[in-house]
């Protein structure tokens, strides 16, 4: 079975660093890695979308990697800011979507 | 283009009570999803309708919870009798093709059982 694994749980950083989201899964048989932004009481919104056959993936101030051998795959956010702060999810595609427990971010003003 | 569609937004209910949630996805999207997100976890999918057709539907408690999609559009997901531990996000999703094309989130039921 596919496990998803988001570390870190939380991350608390100044406006405007650069930072990195880890997702891990154990299965490399996937067929594409989707990654989510979900704020406090809504849904989630996709942000990015790697097939299977695709190294990466960027849009705008994001860019998502997928390194399938290794079975990891990042998220890269430049510059961040206050109005990033929310929960970031991953989730792989393999027969079902297999989603991490996310990572909460938090950027101080 | 309208996105998915889910309501109540929010149900408060007695442990042993039923309930429904109704969602539309978007307009064409041959695929939904429902979703069971408990607080500080990762959504866990429910069941999976292609169409009108359930694609899976391995982790539903079949003895309490049920989903239909009758036409091919929107879904009910009703949950008989609930438990405490059904307290939880109950998300729908769309997709065009399935399980190789970007999944659109609802905003999501927030039910609570007491």
């Known amino acids: 079975k596919q496990e998803v694994t988001q570390i870190p749980a939380a991350l608390s950083v100044p406006e405007g660093e650069n930072l990195v989201l880890n997702c891990s899964f154990t299965?490399?048989?996937?067929?594409?890695l989707q990654w989510f932004r979900q704020d406090p009481g809504k849904g989630l919104t996709s942000l990015l979308l790697?097939?299977?056959?695709?190294r990466e993936q960027t849009s705008g101030r994001l860019n998502a990697s997928l390194d399938k051998s290794s079975g990891r795959s990042t998220l890269y956010i430049a510059a961040s800011q206050p109005g990033d702060s929310a929960t970031y999810l991953c989730?792989?595609?393999?027969?079902?979507?297999?989603f991490g427990t996310g990572t909460s971010l938090t950027v101080i003003p | 283009e309208a996105g998915v569609a889910q309501s109540p937004r929010y149900k408060i209910i007695e442990k042993r009570q039923s309930v429904a949630f109704w969602c539309n996805p978007i307009?064409?999207?041959?695929?939904l999803y429902w979703y069971q997100q408990i607080l500080g976890q990762g959504p866990k999918l429910l069941i999976q309708?292609?169409?009108?057709?359930?694609?899976?539907d391995s982790q539903l408690p079949k003895d309490r919870f049920s989903a239909e999609r009758l036409k091919g559009v929107d879904s009910t997901l009703k949950i008989q009798p609930a438990k405490l531990e059904d307290s939880a996000v109950y998300l729908c999703?769309?997709?065009?093709?399935?399980?190789?094309?970007?999944?659109?989130f609802g905003p999501g039921t927030r039910l609570t059982v007491t």
């Open positions: 999703a769309s997709s065009s093709h399935g399980q190789g094309n970007e999944q659109y």
């Open positions: 299965d490399s048989a996937i067929y594409n």
């Open positions: 790697i097939q299977s056959s695709q």
């Open positions: 989730a792989v595609v393999a027969g079902q979507f297999y």
């Open positions: 307009s064409g999207h041959a695929t």
């Open positions: 309708f292609q169409n009108n057709g359930v694609v899976d």
